[in-house]
């Protein structure tokens, strides 16, 4: 018989921050705030991706932005330019920002006039896709240089996600090998739900699908569909 007991530390966590987050989700849908967690790996796009968004949303929806990072305020920095509320958020050298973080992060902005807030979280493909953020919809963007066996090395990212972006599709000239039809066969194979959406943040191909997408999205939550 053992004379010690185990504690599932990391189960607790979990569960706790679930229970943390759908009281956060609660809490933005009675102020009609739509929370989009957006995660990549560094390099993916992820902040040359949103200041093209806000570029061809801000004029009809109040957003916000808010920057998560281990320790520098370079992407509030460039958000900043576009003229759009954005706090910077420095998680103390974690990779991943939890319900509570969010919520601390959330409450500096006046939440109740904003129809539409990112969450840029912390680049990796890993612990980002672990905890639940409140977030209303997540979206996590693969860049054609990153290769398309993404969704077998990551199964876990791709398979919480809502929608995928597929950024720098205008360098698939150039990576050749990357099997558009593959790829998104193992996304949909994982997560059969997720929209597949090829963009170039740098050219703007693919926005109007995914600035639809998100148009479409906040309407519906703003219905209570």
Known sequence: MKNYKIIEVKRSIFEDNDVDAEKLRTELKKEGTFLLNLMSSPGAGKTTTLKRTISLLKDEMKMGVMEADIDSDVDAAAIEETGV???????????????DMTRQGIREFNT???????????????CPAEFDTGSTKNAMILSVPEGDDKPLKYPLMFSICDVVLINKCDTLSVFDDFDKVAVKERIQKLNPNAKVI???AKTGEGFEEWINWIRREVEEYKKGE
């Open 85 to 99: 509320p954005v706090i910077q958020i420095h998680t103390g050298g974690m990779c991943h920002l939890d319900a």
């Open 112 to 126: 109740a006039n904003m129809d539409f807030v990112v969450l840029e979280n912390v680049g990796n493909l890993v």
């Open 198 to 200: 090829y963009v170039s």
